[in-house]
């Protein structure tokens, strides 16, 4: 088994990358991190359990992680909240484009 040091230092590291993702808007990134959470906290667990690394150290981790986990969600809904609002912003374009070339003519029935 890895150090234990070792392995919260993995932690912090992670979710370092995913910090600077999520300040990127980097949503590839931040979904290909994701898909490393269980493979760096299983080993931590697995090290707490036998009794290598004090609780309090994984907690904090783990309370972190579940932070970052809030943040992002908050972010991600205010990314699609915004996508949506450009979208409708777009199709009232597209709309109102229409709308002045049947009036101009534009377009014969």
Partial sequence: MA?????LDGMDDLR???????EDQDWDRLNELAGQVREVV???MSALE?????A????E????????????????EQA??????????????RSAARAYQDMSGG???
């Fill in 107 to 109: 377009r014969r029935k």
């Fill in 50 to 54: 036998q009794g290598q690394v004090s």
């Fill in 80 to 93: 699609r909240d915004e996508a949506r609002r450009e979208l409708q912003g777009m199709n009232q374009n």
């Fill in 42 to 44: 299983e080993p931590v």
């Fill in 61 to 76: 981790r783990l309370e972190a992680l579940n932070r970052f986990v809030e943040v992002a969600n908050n972010a991600a």
């Fill in 3 to 7: 150090d234990v040091n070792e392995l």
């Fill in 56 to 59: 309090t150290e994984v907690r």
């Fill in 16 to 22: 370092g990358r995913l910090d600077r993702a999520l």
